[in-house]
Structures are given as C-alpha cells and as structure tokens.
C-alpha cells in the first residue's frame, strides 16, 4: 500500500512540475505594444510597434512579418485595433492563449514626419535659377514673387528637381516647377514664381524726350540698373547708326533706359523724288538723274530709275538728294 502512495506521490508531482513550467514558459511569451507610436515605414508591421519576449526564433521572424496596415502620410495618425492585431496573428497560425498580450484596445501609430521648408526650398530654386539663367551671382537680382508652402515629407531622404518651361524668358517673371522626391519618386508637386532682374551699365534719361526728338549723349548719364524685361536693345554707343540717323518714335520718360524701342530711323526719300546718282566703276565716276521708284530710309537700297532712257538699277541712299551704285 505504501508503494502505491509513492507512485501517486511521484505521479501528482511531475504533473505539478510540468504544469507549472508550461504556465511559466506562457507567462515569459510576452507582446507588449505602446498606446502611441510613430513610424516611418511604409507600412505597419507587427516588428515596428511590438515588443516581443521569451518566444523562439523561428516564431519571432514570423510575428515581425505581420503586416498591419499601410501607413497614412506624413503627420497623420492611424488607429488600430487591438482585435485587428490579435485577428492576424490567428490568421499566421498562432494560438492567442499561448501569448501574454499587452495591448490596448486601441494603438496610434503617427507616420514619422520632417518638414521641408520655405527657405530650403527658396535656397535650392534660386541656385538651380542662376546655372539655368548663365550670368553670374553677383550680376543677379532675384525676387520671389510668392511663398510656396512648407511641405510634410516622410522622414527619408529627399531631393528637390527644377522644371523651367523650354523657351522661357532669362528675365522678368519666371515660372518653375518643383518635384519633391522621396526614394526616386515624386512626392508632391509645387510651383515657384520668380521676378529676374539682370545688372546691366545702362544710358538712363536725364529729361523726358519727346517724339521727334534726335538723341544727344548729354541728355543721358550712366549707371547700373537691374533690368528684367525691356523692349529693343540697349544702346551703349552714341556713334550707333540709330543714333545718328534716327529720331525718337516712342517718348522715354525722365529716368528711362535708352533702347532701341524709342528711336526710328525716318524715310528720306519717296516714291517720285528725282535725285543724282552716282555710278563707280573702277576710278570712273558718273553721276546721272533718276527718279525714286519707292520710299526708303539713310542706308537703304531700293530701285530708281534713270530719266533719260527709263533704265531701272539698284542704288544705296546716301542723304535725301543722292543715291549711289558701286560696281
């Protein structure tokens, strides 16, 4: 009979002993996940908001695998369920009474942010604009014309690419575009606008001059100017045929940049003026009367033709009463 009673003894306590270890070994099973988290990957896995202990490693790789849900953009928060959790990890094959699990019932996971800001996005815009434009720095005025918005990025490496429409002007207003790159992809989109101005040594207007006018480098001083878009082109010599030849077709008000767009060269001869021509050939000279067939302005060739016999030729106008052919 005592006999008995030891094996019931022995049988009682190896059944203490291995219930016991097993509810130790489930207690050290343990998934701890924190009420709020911030992350930056793309998507939620069981390996970014979990804390795992006392599970093999085999089971561990599995459980880190588990995918959640994608995560929101930048600096926003997503809420997820406990049973969520628990549901995929039953649907991995895990047994829920096998783990301890310290979940709340709901858990904010936060998409890790960095902001790109104004100035880094001014700063990167306005160097790509100088090797764009081709002048150099110091000869650059450029002014926003508008502030872009500081943008929420992934917490990644990012990179900035500039678009400017083929064509466009190299001063006055700019228009660029703006991709924003995360992992070579583009992730947002803006537009910048830029007012360019070029230093430029200028002839500025110390007067108002009127229609009809003719130029005098006196009315004139120089300086540096910073210029964007102007109409004709700058005129920096006064021994310039426009100059001399011409008159002011559009008035250029006091401190106004002298450009070609103001000057015209006038018509000095009309269809019917008879005029002398002068004809060279080699060392013999012959000077003829011939009659204008068509308008033309100090410089100009046009047809005129000879009075006493009708013959037509082409002649450069030298001043209102003389034409002449060199041959």
Do not use: C
Not at 9 to 17: C, W, Y
Not at 171 to 177: A, P, T
Not at 211 to 227: A, N, S, T
Not at 259 to 264: F, M, N
């Amino acid at each position: 009979m005592r006999l008995v009673n030891g094996r019931y003894v022995l049988i009682i306590l190896f059944l203490t002993v291995y219930i016991t270890a097993n509810i130790v070994s489930a207690e050290t099973i343990n998934i701890k996940i924190l009420r709020e988290i911030t992350i930056s990957s793309e998507w939620i896995t069981l390996a970014d908001i979990a804390e795992f202990e006392g599970i093999s490693e085999e089971d561990l790789i599995k459980l880190k695998k588990i995918r959640i849900s994608r995560t929101l953009l930048p600096g926003y928060t997503k809420s997820i369920p406990r049973g969520q959790i628990e549901l995929l990890m039953e649907n991995e094959g895990f047994n829920l009474s096998d783990f301890n699990l310290d979940i709340p019932g709901l858990v904010d996971v936060k998409t890790a942010t960095r902001w790109l800001s104004e100035a880094e996005i001014i700063e990167e815009a306005r160097d790509y604009l100088i090797d764009y434009l081709g002048y150099q720095r110091d000869k650059l005025v450029i002014e926003q014309r508008f502030s872009p918005p500081k943008v929420a990025l992934p917490d990644k490496e990012y990179r900035l690419e500039f678009e400017i429409a083929p064509g466009s002007n190299k001063s006055g207003n700019i228009s660029m575009q703006t991709l924003i790159l995360v992992d070579n992809v583009i992730f947002k989109k803006i537009y910048l606008g830029f007012n360019v101005k070029v230093l430029r040594e200028v002839y500025i207007a110390k007067r108002a001059i009127s229609v009809g006018e003719k130029i005098r480098q006196d009315d004139f001083y120089l300086d540096v100017r910073g210029l964007d878009n102007f109409r004709g082109d700058l005129i920096l010599d006064f021994n310039n045929s426009i100059i001399l030849d011409g008159v002011v077709n559009i008035p250029i008000n006091k401190e106004g940049v002298l450009t070609s767009y103001h000057l015209t060269i006038p018509d000095i001869v009309f269809p019917g003026d008879q005029l002398q021509a002068e004809i060279i050939v080699g060392n013999i000279q012959v000077t003829i009367m011939v009659k204008a067939r068509r308008t033309g302005k100090k410089g100009e060739y046009i047809t005129v033709e000879n009075i006493n016999n009708g013959h037509r030729f082409q002649a450069q106008i030298i001043n209102s009463h003389l034409v002449r052919l060199v041959q």
